[in-house]
């Protein structure tokens, strides 16, 4: 499923993202297994997500001076 989920990304983010992408969804995998619970891997996946579609934009976008 990791490498599925992956090769639907490779468009978007190109060989180094699909390849990011497949290793962060193996350690989110890996989450859920040694913790027998989804909501770990369900709060790594937000934070994540938050991090990337929220935070980075705010601080890396221009202000007018």
Not at 16 to 24: E, H, R, S, T
Request: aromatic fraction near 14%.
């Amino acid at each position: 499923m990791s490498l599925a989920f992956a090769a639907i990304h490779l468009p978007q983010f190109g060989t180094a993202g699909a390849l990011f992408i497949l290793f962060w969804g193996a350690m989110v995998t890996a989450i859920r297994l040694w913790t027998d619970s989804l909501t770990p891997g369900l709060l790594v996946h937000f934070f994540n997500n938050a991090a990337a579609y929220i935070l980075t934009p705010s601080l890396t976008t221009a202000r007018p001076s």
